[in-house]
């Protein structure tokens, strides 16, 4: 018998509809039972593509005794952290306050009023390394919930009391200037990798949004230092078993230092930010490695994660059937001596060997290798490379592929139309800037209501019950303005207006500037969340601050930019002492100092070839943030566009910052210099 969770939109809870638990979906129902039945709470969080929260489904959630226990003495909800990251965040605050650590899959106890009294993450079936069993750490908390309740009330509270006093003191409204900036470098400098690139030790996570400032920083301020750290951890990665060098994308993280062993599970929101940065760094130096890895993303996205309805689902799993009926992490991608002998013959099996570092005694497990392309002296003949690899690729094809969480997150969505919307400008590859176009009408069409509201997610085009929160509106924002400047359809700056103006009423605190990731009318929870740092996506709060600041440069709304000016005041408080966890926000940081530069293109029409060779100019400028608008003279499509003529009826490049404007050119090199000075 399916449990509650058959009627879900979530992947994750769909995985565990048939489980014999009796699952709740997070919802006032659930509470209303546990009062009702005086039960505590069982709130167990992940997400599908998390590989100890299969395990742990399969050891205990799938057992019947188990499910027994916790059916008679629980009321069990359980939660996608990708669909509710309010309350995956509000309880990962209370487990990393209480236990010094967090993860998923995160396991809380709650009274029936929602309040946390004890945690923990994974728990195995039988006691191991210390670790209690799942079923004596189940029996210890009916223990304590029926003969201590009074202890177990005051606990709750206290917690409670402690996470309503964790308020963010952010340094002020102030934003960061050139000396925060500069001592947000040298901590990164102190914190680089110089041997294998990247920043700390194991585990080691691309680091997308600092190398987006470390570039940044380099346009504005000529930096070679920051450039070459973004360089190197670049092709570091791209030579890494982090990368998937048969098709391209990115895993979640390495598990070594050297980017080696992938945990393999593939998200969107990485590939979406590292496709970008990989193309910004062509943009900066013309590298190879960085164009071909940028495309290289961008084609696995739309290959793999693309929906029928357009938009582009959220992660591809870690595990699958290794061809023997078992589930094992990474069985997609490895390979062996013999299996490259198998796919390829035995002489190019040696050259793939070599080519892709794969050892008789192997660097994974099991003897398998993760390919790699290690630096060899050795020059390899392209052709007979591009053999190999395509071979390879057709086999693998015929093993069994990872699964697929189908879900739209309307957050990394947007991170992904900004990254196809340049990647396909840059690279005259109008499919891909056609793909970004596809997601943002899909998120227009369901996730946004007729109060421009956005829900945070979808599936099979039907929309899911939960409100966005802080990071769907800004990255939605930021990838409508990247279509915007791309495309030259005012419309797509327009929707971002409506986002960004749902921010400014129900987001900021309007004292203090600082932002909430959730609306003043949400789903009140027991604290209502409040992260300014940039983890594995940019935090809603930078992400919200870079949108404010680059609808500002279009429309010039003061009180736009007003509102990210004040929200960089918690970059001027964290970026000197944690650079590595306020990226987004550092490279936000950099477009403010910078201007960030307005540049409006004119021309007889969108089509004629003067008009779009400015326009790509435009694009490729360097320019921290720069905000980009094309269209034809007099043409209302854009504010930027007001009052522009054409110069002597050719195409012409207005350059802005600061209220003051160069001279118009019509000439592509002056204003590739006025975009990179």
């Avoid at 009321?75 to 998923?104: C, F, I, L, S």
């Avoid at 949004?209 to 570039?215: C, H, K, P, R, T």
């Avoid at 393999?264 to 943009?283: S, T």
């Avoid at 409006?600 to 694009?619: F, I, M, N, Q």
Wanted: net charge negative; hydrophobic share 40%; glycine share 10%.
């Amino acid at each position: 018998m399916p449990n509650r969770l058959a009627h879900e939109t979530s992947p994750y809870l769909l995985q565990h509809a048939d489980n014999p638990v009796d699952w709740w979906p997070w919802s006032e129902e659930a509470f209303e039972e546990a009062r009702r039945s005086d039960r505590p709470v069982l709130l167990s969080v992940g997400y599908s593509s998390c590989h100890w929260c299969h395990v742990m489904a399969h050891e205990s959630f799938e057992d019947e005794a188990t499910a027994d226990f916790l059916n008679a003495h629980f009321v069990n909800v359980k939660v996608d952290r990708e669909e509710r990251p309010d309350v995956d965040a509000v309880y990962m605050e209370a487990v990393q306050a209480a236990t010094g650590q967090g993860g998923w899959p995160m396991t809380v106890f709650l009274t029936p009023e929602a309040e946390p009294f004890y945690f923990g993450t994974y728990f195995p079936p039988a006691p191991r390394h210390g670790m209690p069993s799942f079923r004596q750490v189940l029996e210890g908390v009916r223990s304590a919930w029926t003969d201590r309740r009074d202890e177990v009330a005051e606990v709750a509270g206290k917690i409670v009391r402690d996470l309503a006093g964790r308020e963010i003191s952010y340094g002020g409204t102030e934003a960061p200037g050139e000396q925060e900036l500069a001592q947000a470098l040298l901590g990164l400098t102190r914190e680089y990798d110089p041997q294998r690139g990247g920043f700390g030790g194991a585990p080691k996570f691309p680091p997308s949004m600092v190398i987006e400032f470390l570039l940044r920083h380099h346009a504005r301020t000529g930096a070679e230092g920051a450039l070459q750290m973004a360089q190197d951890t670049c092709e570091r990665m791209a030579r890494g078993g982090i990368y998937d060098q048969l098709g391209g994308g990115f895993a979640r993280y390495s598990v070594d230092r050297d980017w080696v062993v992938p945990h393999f599970e593939k998200m969107l929101y990485d590939n979406a930010l590292l496709c970008r940065v990989y193309a910004h760094l062509w943009r900066a130096t013309g590298s190879d490695l960085a164009r071909r890895v940028a495309l290289e993303t961008a084609d696995f996205m739309v290959r793999e994660l693309r929906t029928k309805q357009g938009g582009f689902a959220s992660a591809l799993d870690a595990d699958s059937d290794d061809g023997t009926g078992r589930h094992v992490e990474g069985a997609y991608y490895v390979w062996t001596p013999g299996q490259l002998r198998e796919a390829l013959g035995d002489d190019d099996a040696e050259l793939a060997a070599r080519y892709f570092g794969v050892t008789e005694e192997g660097t994974f497990e099991e003897g398998a290798s993760v390919l790699q392309l290690p630096q060899r002296d050795e020059v390899f003949e392209a052709g007979r490379i591009a053999s190999v690899r395509q071979r390879l690729l057709e086999r693998r094809a015929s093993r069994p592929a990872p699964g697929r969480d189908d879900k739209v997150v309307a957050a990394w969505n947007g991170l992904a139309i900004a990254a196809l919307a340049e990647t396909g400008a840059y690279f005259d590859r109008p499919d891909l800037v056609e793909a970004a176009v596809g997601a943002a009408d899909l998120l227009v069409r369901v996730h946004l209501d007729e109060q421009a509201r956005l829900t945070r997610t979808s599936k099979d085009g039907r929309a899911g019950a939960n409100a966005g929160v802080l990071e769907d509106y800004g990255d939605v924002a930021e990838g409508f303005l990247a279509l915007a400047s791309v495309t030259g359809e005012g419309v797509w700056l327009d929707f971002a207006g409506f986002l960004l103006d749902h921010v400014l009423a129900r987001f900021v605190d309007e004292e203090s500037g600082a932002l909430y990731d959730t609306a003043a009318d949400a789903e009140r929870l027991i604290r209502r969340p409040q992260d300014p740092t940039d983890n594995a996506v940019p935090s809603g709060w930078s992400a919200a601050a870079g949108a404010l600041l680059g609808y500002a440069a279009h429309t010039g709304s003061e009180p736009h930019r007003r509102a990210a000016e004040r929200a960089l005041g918690v970059v001027k408080a964290l970026g000197p002492r944690v650079p590595r966890f306020i990226g987004w926000g550092l490279a936000v940081a950099e477009a403010l100092l910078d201007g960030p530069r307005e540049v409006a293109v004119v021309g007889p029409s969108l089509s004629d070839e003067a008009t779009k060779t400015l326009h790509r100019t435009a694009l490729l400028g360097t320019a921290p943030g720069a905000v980009v608008a094309v269209g034809a003279a007099e043409s209302d499509e854009f504010p930027l566009l007001a009052d522009r003529p054409l110069q002597q009826g050719a195409p012409a490049a207005y350059v802005c910052r600061n209220f003051t404007c160069d001279a118009p050119t019509t000439d592509p090199e002056r204003l590739r210099e006025a975009l990179s000075s």
